[in-house]
């Protein structure tokens, strides 16, 4: 009997975990009740698990508050910062939601922000690593089959592009261009191409003397049928394995950026805005930015124990 070949640990816990992520940032905010308003006076830093009540009023405003407590024919809201008593008659609707994660300075439910603001980090890291994917294969290809000239001068492009901290090339790129979604995708991925051009360049160096490689350029097959049939089979693990740490670090830088203000505008919830956003409550309420920064820890562990798995195969 052949024995079955087992899929490493690491790959199948990053996998589940990358799943889980998936799931809740796409199927999350469909279950949820809609959040709490804008206006912070009943709401603004509550803590995870809070039972909360919304009021429709008769004049159109809607009030959270955990407290809210009926005395004859006046409804008391109480709030971290004020309290305010209406009559019955102008409550329209009321109906009691649980806040699983609190809120945060702003009076927003956190885990309908990190929902939204995980669909956002993830889709921008993917597609920043699909460009860096493109860009370095182009490039570590032509690198490796194009002779020595074409050689020296794309990998000493490549050299030189490594000789500038990637953080600080992505800080002053981001800096000076306006923040967008395809922007900070194409920064990501023109300023993390590098690495896997070489290591492209290198695994393809080690292919191309082979001899099933090299009968299929003696008899003439066309260069692109050399490079799908031949060069690609044969580094994809590595290349694989790029992707999957690269992710992570696209997630951090990601998230690095938006910390500092050079991501995505502020009306958009990411996780590294999120984390820049509770920090500055950090002393008044630990929830706003400890739990993003913990879901962003746990997507680049994901990521890295994926890498480490196709390590493994």
Same mark, same amino acid.
């Given at each position: 009997?052949?024995?079955?070949?087992?899929?490493?640990?690491?790959?199948?816990?990053?996998?589940?975990?990358?799943?889980?992520?998936?799931?809740?940032?796409?199927?999350?905010?469909?279950?949820?009740?809609?959040?709490?308003?804008?206006?912070?006076?009943?709401?603004?830093?509550?803590?995870?698990?809070?039972?909360?009540?919304?009021?429709?009023?008769?004049?159109?405003?809607?009030?959270?508050?955990?407290?809210?407590?009926?005395?004859?024919?006046?409804?008391?809201?109480?709030?971290?910062?004020?309290?305010?008593?209406?009559?019955?008659?102008?409550?329209?609707?009321?109906?009691?939601?649980?806040?699983?994660?609190?809120?945060?300075?702003?009076?927003?439910?956190?885990?309908? $922000?990190?929902? *939204? +603001?995980?669909? =956002?980090?993830?889709?921008?890291?993917?597609? /920043?690593? !699909? #460009? %860096?994917?493109?860009?370095?294969?182009?490039?570590?290809?032509?690198?490796?089959?194009?002779?020595?000239?074409?050689?020296?001068?794309?990998?000493?492009?490549?050299?030189?592009?490594?000789?500038?901290?990637?953080?600080?090339?992505?800080?002053?790129?981001?800096?000076?261009?306006?923040?967008?979604?395809?922007?900070?995708?194409?920064?990501?991925?023109?300023?993390?191409?590098?690495?896997?051009?070489?290591?492209?360049?290198?695994?393809?160096?080690?292919?191309?003397?082979?001899?099933?490689?090299?009968?299929?350029?003696?008899?003439?097959?066309?260069?692109?049928?050399?490079?799908?049939?031949?060069?690609?089979?044969?580094?994809?693990?590595?290349?694989?394995?790029?992707?999957?740490?690269?992710?992570?670090?696209?997630?951090?830088?990601?998230?690095? $950026?938006?910390? *500092? +203000?050079?991501? =995505?505008?502020?009306?958009?919830?990411?996780? /590294?805005? !999120? #984390? %820049?956003?509770?920090?500055?409550?950090?002393?008044?309420?630990?929830?706003?930015?400890?739990?993003?920064?913990?879901?962003?820890?746990?997507?680049?562990?994901?990521?890295?124990?994926?890498?480490?798995?196709?390590?493994?195969?």
């Amino acid at each position: 009997m052949i024995a079955r070949r087992r899929l490493p640990r690491r790959l199948i816990a990053g996998s589940i975990g990358l799943l889980m992520i998936c799931c809740a940032i796409i199927l999350g905010p469909r279950f949820l009740e809609p959040g709490p308003p804008s206006d912070p006076a009943h709401s603004a830093l509550l803590p995870p698990g809070t039972m909360l009540t919304v009021l429709e009023l008769d004049d159109g405003r809607t009030l959270v508050s955990p407290l809210v407590t009926t005395v004859g024919n006046l409804v008391i809201v109480d709030g971290p910062y004020s309290r305010e008593e209406i009559p019955a008659t102008s409550v329209s609707s009321r109906r009691v939601v649980q806040s699983w994660l609190g809120t945060d300075r702003y009076g927003r439910d956190l885990l309908r $922000l990190m929902l *939204l +603001g995980g669909r =956002l980090s993830l889709m921008i890291a993917a597609l /920043g690593a !699909l #460009v %860096s994917l493109v860009v370095g294969l182009a490039i570590g290809l032509s690198a490796a089959t194009g002779g020595r000239w074409i050689d020296a001068v794309l990998m000493r492009g490549v050299d030189a592009m490594m000789a500038f901290p990637t953080l600080l090339l992505l800080i002053l790129c981001a800096a000076v261009l306006d923040p967008g979604p395809a922007t900070l995708v194409v920064l990501l991925g023109l300023t993390s191409w590098m690495g896997l051009a070489r290591l492209v360049r290198g695994q393809v160096l080690s292919v191309r003397e082979r001899q099933f490689v090299m009968a299929a350029r003696v008899s003439g097959t066309p260069w692109y049928r050399v490079w799908s049939w031949h060069y690609l089979p044969e580094i994809r693990g590595p290349v694989a394995q790029d992707v999957a740490l690269r992710l992570g670090d696209l997630v951090l830088a990601e998230a690095t $950026l938006s910390y *500092l +203000g050079l991501g =995505l505008p502020p009306t958009t919830p990411t996780w /590294g805005l !999120l #984390v %820049s956003e509770g920090h500055r409550v950090m002393m008044d309420a630990w929830w706003p930015a400890t739990l993003p920064g913990l879901a962003i820890a746990f997507l680049v562990i994901c990521f890295a124990l994926i890498g480490d798995g196709i390590q493994e195969l």
